[in-house]
């Protein structure tokens, strides 16, 4: 059996998308930047895609800049927002416990510079409050930058709402929608965000490359200079196989929305119920606001890094956080903020479903995690622990 249940990680690359990918690399070679036929070709496929993409989203195609993904998209859009407002004497930059480390570390490099960062707390349903968004924000905000669908828990944040806040109190808004485009429904209109994050390889188009939204009139700052493209908002000549490639799994992951959501509903229930029958075991994060790929749980008693190996022995590729995490020590930022104990965060998994999972594989999955957290509480001291009474089950 060999299963990928780590979708949040990354995705394998569609078949149409591997098609249009590898015909724009040998058909559509020319630099859009050419004056030539070659070159005006490549530019008209450019153009199509921009305009695709942004009729996706509900913005306009001068609003859609290209980049090599979400962690450049994020940089971008918070850098800029930071710097137009800091130009304005507004250095307070708030956003949530629970963001990708796109967002945070660029949010602590200002910190750094001299920037206020206000990170706010999250419940224990890994869901901000509006409110606190509400009472951050004052004369000195420069931006706010929550995040749509969280990569750890899959818990999704009323970003429609704060984005309409922000808008009222004419502060900027940004939203890493890097795990909700393609997955749920994303209008930057309806967001009413001035900055959006996307990447094409969380569903299914190529890595290194994606997308920065920005809205006509809000600041934006090149981090690379060069070359004219992207309006001299980034510089480099367009990796124009990817983009066409990311444009057509885009395409095809809006279409396919809606029944992919209503069969992974179907298989994320079948997961959850089965997992919660482990004992001393908690699904982290909202049960109903979630995205429906998104199982996260936390078991007492074992090391999440050894859950994966023994899980990988049995040809099952899972998570026990985000893999940007994995290989440090560190437990996961966002297990801490929804009010997890460092021992309980560490035996933390997650299983992140895609289009082509089955019913069959979600009960070998769930068989499988049975059977390895009652081999590991055996060996576990933490856990004989736990049983003799010489210490509190905290799940
Ligand atoms: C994956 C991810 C990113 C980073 O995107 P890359 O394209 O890998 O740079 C940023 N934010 C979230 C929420 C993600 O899941």
New binding site residues.
């Given amino acids: 059996m060999y299963i990928y249940a780590d979708h949040?990680?990354?995705t394998k690359l569609s078949e149409r998308a591997a098609k249009v990918y590898l015909q724009t690399a040998q058909e559509v070679y020319g630099n859009p930047s050419s004056l030539h036929s070659t070159g005006q070709r490549a530019q008209e496929v450019l153009t199509e895609c921009r305009e695709q993409i942004a009729a996706i989203l509900g913005a306009s195609p001068r609003e859609i800049y290209f980049t090599?993904?979400?962690?450049?998209s994020?940089n971008q859009a918070i850098l800029s927002a930071a710097y137009a407002g800091a130009k304005k004497g507004k250095r307070k930059l708030i956003s949530t416990a629970i963001?990708?480390h796109?967002?945070l570390h660029t949010l602590k490099k200002l910190q750094k510079e001299g920037f206020e960062v206000v990170l706010l707390p999250v419940g224990t349903n890994g869901i901000v409050d509006v409110k606190d968004v509400e009472a951050a924000i004052d004369d000195s905000t420069a931006l706010v930058s929550v995040?749509f669908?969280?990569?750890e828990i899959g818990t999704l944040q009323p970003v429609a709402e704060i984005g309409a806040l922000c808008r009222k109190r004419g502060v900027l808004f940004h939203t890493?929608a890097?795990?909700a485009v393609g997955h749920v429904p994303v209008n930057v209109k309806e967001l009413s965000c001035d900055y959006l994050?996307l990447?094409?390889?969380?569903f299914s188009g190529p890595?290194?490359v994606?997308v920065l939204y920005c809205r006509t009139g809000a600041p934006l700052t090149s981090l690379i200079e060069g070359g004219a493209q992207e309006k001299h908002k980034r510089a480099g000549t367009e990796d124009l196989p990817a983009i066409a490639a990311m444009t057509e799994a885009l395409k095809e992951s809006v279409a396919d929305m809606g029944a992919t959501s209503v069969m992974l509903r179907h298989l994320q229930d079948r997961l959850i119920d089965g997992l919660s029958k482990i004992p001393h075991c908690a699904l982290n994060g909202d049960r109903e606001k979630r995205l429906p790929s998104n199982v996260s749980f936390c078991f007492e008693g074992i090391e999440g890094e050894s859950l994966l190996l023994l899980l990988d022995e049995k040809g099952i590729c899972a998570s026990s956080g985000?893999a940007c995490t994995s290989g440090s020590l560190d437990p996961s930022h966002v297990l801490l903020a929804i009010g997890r104990v460092h021992d309980v965060a560490h035996g933390s998994l997650r299983l992140t479903l895609g289009a082509e999972n089955t019913e069959e594989e979600v009960d070998y999955l769930i068989q499988s995690v049975e059977e390895v957290v009652a081999y590991l509480r055996g060996m576990s001291p933490v856990w004989r622990d736990l049983q003799e009474g010489k210490r509190q089950y905290i799940l």
Avoid: I
């Fill in positions: 949040a990680a990354t090599s993904g979400g962690s450049e994020d963001e990708h796109a967002v995040m669908a969280n990569n890493d890097v795990q994050a990447s094409a390889h969380k890595k290194g994606g985000s």
